[in-house]
């Protein structure tokens, strides 16, 4: 054990899964772990350098933080629902690495590829962003933390290249750069005013959280900002702060099917006509409720979104504000073009032409595009397929087809190129192909409405695979392969369409309001006891599920090492 635990590990990647997965690691006793990342402070995402004002979560207090270390409460929790902002998310990460991990990051080092070298070893190469000098770092282990949501998506005809063929004059910037340009956009579009001069404008294409968070801003700071999507995210608003047990606890999941239904209450919801007839109550009820709480109406561009039930593009709005995305609509601060795609840059060098035939003039375009796998740049080709990390087809079919789910029927039609790949990442940590090895994890590729409690589950299941703990899990690649198909032919039935928007590095598992169940799964795997938050069998949906439940995994894997190696 002591040879194993002196072996060196890399994390590739400083964010909330890196730094939460070192932790676990120094603290089961291994001791050579560092983590790297391209960056000059820690956080990933909620690195100091990408945040910027009203930049806020889908989070509240105490959801996305881990059991090592309390979070501070944000100004106004009580009235807000404790909304966690960017500004909270980057002390806290900073404050968690000098704390817990301390000189364990190499800064500046953009990892330029990662492959299998002699003696099972892994070879990271890097390059300092600074000073251009390249270096091969060498591991027995690697864990990768680099996410999904760090490789911009730019459409070729949007793209810096396009903008400089069309001579468009303005600026161009994806929704990852916009923090650290954002006073260049500030400098560029002027405040707008009231005898109507021309002060410039903002156009944002597309309709996620990135951007209703940046046209947010810019319209509070009184800038004329235009926002162009095809469909935006679902939302999710209320009057007031919802109460902790329907905010936390575990009812949400269980009125979403997922593919085990392992209570009663479960098989009632999605089995049983009455209980189907609930679940399709609640949800539409809970998108009634979201239009109502900010007074949309029934003709507003603003009902242009997702479905809150067959999709995961959601965003959890909380409490009306009155300066929110939704609230600044409804006053004309942010304009909005909708159902529309902003095709090219026009010959004029001051427009974007759309779907629907309209040009919009533009100063600053900001890209809100979505991202690409972070995968892509750091392993070539024949280490994906080596690993096992590279996209495979589905399986024609499985087994199971769930047709005994009323609540899955009606489905919408799925988006073109839903069948296109399938997951090859067993429980979403492991490469099915690599399960055997016990040298090779991810941690943050998991979709999931509750990072903080996913991220260091995950880190415990992964610490536990490295150390040889005997685990529940396939045996086999096969066998893990197998589980990985049917996982993917479930996700494709219960979110039809998803795997033509996601991509590789955050969709290893899509486990989003049924988070709670899958984490049930990986303690199993650990043969730790599930279903943490307790009450009885008519309270366990209401209870509030809370970090302290995880705080003690550590030792209580000790103990079962122990034991299984004394027995």
Not at 252 to 265: A, Y
Not at 514 to 522: E, V
Request: net charge neutral; with cysteine; aromatic share 10%.
């Amino acid at each position: 054990m002591s040879s194993i635990l002196d072996e060196p590990i890399g994390i590739i990647g400083a964010g909330a899964a890196g730094l939460i997965t070192a932790h676990v690691l120094l603290q089961d006793g291994f001791t050579n772990v560092q983590l790297v990342t391209r960056d000059e402070t820690v956080g990933g995402i909620w690195a100091k350098e990408r945040i910027y004002p009203g930049l806020n979560l889908n989070n509240v207090h105490g959801e996305f933080r881990f059991s090592p270390l309390e979070m501070r409460a944000p100004e106004n929790a009580e009235a807000t629902g404790g909304r966690l902002s960017g500004e909270i998310m980057a002390e806290y990460m900073t404050t968690f690495a000098q704390k817990l991990i301390k000189d364990r990051v190499r800064f500046n080092a953009e990892v330029l590829d990662i492959r299998r070298g002699a003696e099972a070893r892994w070879t990271v190469s890097v390059e300092n962003t600074k000073t251009g000098i390249r270096e091969d770092l060498v591991f027995a282990r690697i864990v990768v933390c680099t996410g999904g949501c760090s490789t911009p998506k730019i459409p070729e005809t949007l793209s810096q290249k396009s903008a400089e063929q069309a001579r468009f004059r303005g600026m161009v910037l994806h929704s990852t750069e916009f923090g650290m340009q954002v006073h260049d956009i500030l400098a560029k579009v002027k405040p707008m005013q009231s005898g109507g001069a021309d002060t410039g404008s903002v156009v944002i294409v597309g309709g996620g959280k990135s951007a209703q968070d940046m046209s947010s801003y810019l319209a509070n700071e009184g800038r004329k900002v235009t926002v162009v999507y095809e469909t935006a995210d679902a939302f999710l608003a209320s009057p007031k702060p919802l109460p902790p047990f329907l905010r936390k606890g575990r009812l949400f999941s269980t009125l979403s099917p997922h593919i085990e239904l392992r209570t009663r209450l479960e098989r009632f919801f999605h089995t049983t006509w009455l209980g189907s007839k609930i679940v399709n109550f609640v949800w539409k009820m809970l998108v009634k409720d979201s239009f109502k709480a900010y007074g949309i109406p029934e003709d507003s561009p603003l009902r242009n979104t997702a479905s809150l039930y067959w999709d995961t593009r959601t965003n959890d709005d909380g409490v009306v504000r009155d300066n929110s995305y939704q609230s600044l609509v409804k006053a004309g601060k942010i304009q909005l073009v909708t159902p529309a795609r902003a095709l090219a840059y026009k010959e004029d060098g001051r427009s974007l032409l759309l779907s629907n035939g309209q040009s919009l003039s533009a100063d600053v375009v900001i890209l809100a595009t979505g991202y690409t796998s972070s995968w892509c740049k750091i392993f070539d080709e024949q280490t994906e397929k080596e690993v096992g990390l590279d996209k495979v087809p589905p399986q024609a079919a499985v087994s199971d087809t769930w047709d005994h789910y009323l609540t899955l029927r009606n489905r919408p039609t799925p988006h073109s190129g839903e069948d296109a790949w399938s997951t090859a990442i067993y429980r979403g940590i492991v490469p099915a192909k690599n399960i055997h090895k016990r040298d090779f994890a991810v941690n943050g590729a998991m979709f999931t409405t509750n990072n903080g409690y996913a991220f260091e589950l995950c880190a415990h299941w992964i610490s536990s695979y490295f150390l040889g703990d005997k685990m529940r899990i396939a045996e086999t690649p096969e066998a893990a392969m197998a589980d990985c198909q049917r996982q993917t032919a479930w996700w494709r039935k219960r979110f039809p369409g998803i795997f033509g928007y996601v991509n590789q590095s955050y969709s290893a598992a899509i486990q989003f309001w049924s988070w709670p169940q899958a984490m049930d799964q990986l303690l199993e795997d650990m043969y730790l006891p599930s279903m943490r938050s307790g009450g009885n069998w008519l309270t366990w949906p209401f209870q509030v599920i809370d970090l302290k439940e995880i705080a003690t995994l550590g030792e209580e894997r000790r103990v079962r090492r122990l034991a299984e190696q004394t027995a």
